[in-house]
């Protein structure tokens, strides 16, 4: 059995929280005889990681390259930890035989959207983006939770489980993105 994770940039253990988390399933997951796979979609390959095999991923007219690396690798199990997801790559991923698992990182109340009047940087204050999100704070946060319902909502019904930070949010998210 071989697992993909599915992740914005490659796993480098030290550029971040859910590298490091990838980097370090990888590393158990072999020493139990379980090769872990990751499915990237900017940046470069990295060092350093106990990742050994990746597709970096960076043309949507070419989504047989996926369904394709999952047949040839085996892959029977696809950890996304990319928050948003194209629907034609879910696609790909849902008519291969695998299992699915959405591991949503985020705090159900995403932290920028509290920010988004509160900016005290004097060089952002100055650029025209930053007046129209002050000026439009209210709307701006409506459309930015507007956007992140709809793309969240569709991963999570697309995916066999759905893992979250804590047991704790489980009500709020099924009453927010009706899964």
């Known amino acids: 059995m071989n697992i993909l994770f599915v992740n914005y940039t490659y796993p480098i253990p030290t550029s971040g929280g859910t590298e490091r988390?990838?980097?370090n399933l990888s590393r158990y997951f072999r020493e139990v005889g379980i090769s872990s796979h990751v499915l990237f979609f900017e940046g470069e390959k990295g060092k350093n990681s106990s990742i050994v095999n990746s597709l970096n991923f960076t043309d949507l007219n070419s989504l047989d390259e996926i369904k394709e690396y999952i047949i040839s690798n085996n892959i029977k199990i696809i950890i996304i930890f990319k928050k948003y997801l194209d629907k034609r790559i879910l696609n790909v991923l849902r008519q291969k035989d695998c299992k699915?698992?959405?591991?949503?990182?985020?705090?159900?109340?995403?932290?920028?959207?509290?920010?988004?009047?509160?900016i005290n940087n004097n060089h952002l204050r100055?650029?025209?983006?930053?007046?129209?999100?002050?000026c439009f704070a209210g709307l701006y946060i409506k459309y930015v939770e507007y956007v992140d319902k709809k793309k969240i909502s569709l991963i999570s019904n697309y995916s066999d489980s759905v893992v979250l930070l804590s047991s704790r949010i489980i009500d709020d998210f099924i009453i927010k993105y009706k899964v």
């Open 21 to 23: 988390v990838i980097d």
């Open 100 to 118: 699915i698992i959405y591991s949503l990182r985020y705090s159900i109340d995403d932290s920028r959207l509290k920010n988004v009047t509160i």
């Open 126 to 134: 100055k650029s025209f983006t930053w007046k129209l999100k002050k």
